[in-house]
């Protein structure tokens, strides 16, 4: 419930909060914690591509190259939220499958 980052996605690198100032979770348990929000950012990004070239070709009727080229280029802006959004799909992710336990909030 508590914010994950402290700062903009938008000015800067997205600074972490450590742990949630509601529920006090940890939100990077370990280090490499999110790699596997690389995979979700990949999947999101590749969709959106894919969405973004396939209305470009109906509506422009481009070439392919072209149509491709322009959709990266429109998604490129895109890319910081879809990173803030795959972490934080990471996170809920991860706590679903495998929740914080109550004792180990505060270990290492």
């Known amino acids: 419930m508590g914010r994950i980052f402290a700062s903009s ?12 100032g509601v529920c006090d979770l940890k939100f990077e348990r370990e280090p490499g ?16 591509i894919l969405v ?3 209305l470009l070709w109906i509506v422009l009727r481009l070439s392919i190259m072209k149509t491709f080229f322009w959709a990266v280029v429109l998604f490129v802006p895109m890319a910081p939220a879809i990173t803030y959004l795959s972490r ?20 290492a």
Do not use: N, T, W
């Open 88 to 107: 934080v799909m990471f996170i809920y992710l991860d706590q679903a499958i495998d929740p914080e336990k109550k004792d180990q909030k505060h270990s």
């Open 33 to 48: 914690y999110f790699l596997g929000a690389m995979y979700i950012s990949y999947a999101l990004a590749l969709a959106i």
């Open 9 to 20: 996605i938008y000015f800067g690198f997205p600074k972490m909060q450590e742990r949630c």
């Open 52 to 54: 973004l070239a396939a």
